[in-house]
């Protein structure tokens, strides 16, 4: 598990392995449009202020997965401890 800190709404939510970010944070009333769900078309890319993730996604290039600044939250994951995203 990790977790992930929502920075507008000011909170929490930890991502067990059987759950996606995704639904991590809608859990937690993050509005968070999406389509595909398979990591595929880029509806749900956020904007990620701290930590490194574990991107999973078919749909950034290389340069934008080490810039470590978004993310596709269906399927992209945590390589650390603790991701803050700007929701
Ligand atoms: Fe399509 Fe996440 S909803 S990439």
Do not use: I, K, W
Request: glycine share 8%; hydrophobic share 35%.
């Amino acid at each position: 598990p990790f977790e992930v800190y929502l920075r507008r709404m000011g909170r929490t939510v930890t991502v067990t392995p059987d759950v996606s970010v995704l639904e991590a944070v809608r859990g937690a009333g993050a509005e968070v449009l999406t389509s595909c769900e398979q990591g595929t078309c880029g509806t749900c890319l956020t904007p990620v202020s701290e930590g490194r993730p574990d991107h999973r996604d078919s749909v950034l290039v290389d340069h934008q997965r080490a810039a470590n600044d978004c993310m596709v939250l269906c399927v992209s994951r945590s390589c650390g401890d603790r991701l803050v995203l700007d929701l």
